[in-house]
């Protein structure tokens, strides 16, 4: 039986490819990576990637919270999704 999410799981992992290589162009506080944690913390996790939900929702929070992520919180958020882009 072939996965239904499949296709989609693949082009989330496309747009994760694209988020982290504007993810490595922006400043820290830069606006944009909110926008890019908030899409990431609510779809990650429907895709089977919750590492990258979790750490995508403490940026997303720290963003519309306060105070600014930090670049360890950041950080982390790319590594859950380089992870994810893995082969496995």
């Known amino acids: 039986m072939t996965d239904p999410l499949e296709h989609l799981r693949a ?18 506080d830069h606006p944009d990576i909110g926008v890019i944690a908030h899409r990431l913390a609510g779809a990650a996790g429907s895709f089977g990637y919750p590492e990258i939900s979790v750490a995508a929702a403490v940026v ?12 360890e919180e950041v950080r982390e958020m790319r590594r859950a ?3 994810a882009m893995a082969p496995r």
């Open 11 to 28: 082009l989330f992992i496309e747009r994760c490819r694209t988020d982290l290589e504007q993810l490595g162009a922006l400043e820290p």
């Open 81 to 83: 999704m380089e992870k």
């Open 60 to 71: 997303d929070d720290r963003v519309r919270y306060g105070p600014k992520p930090t670049p």
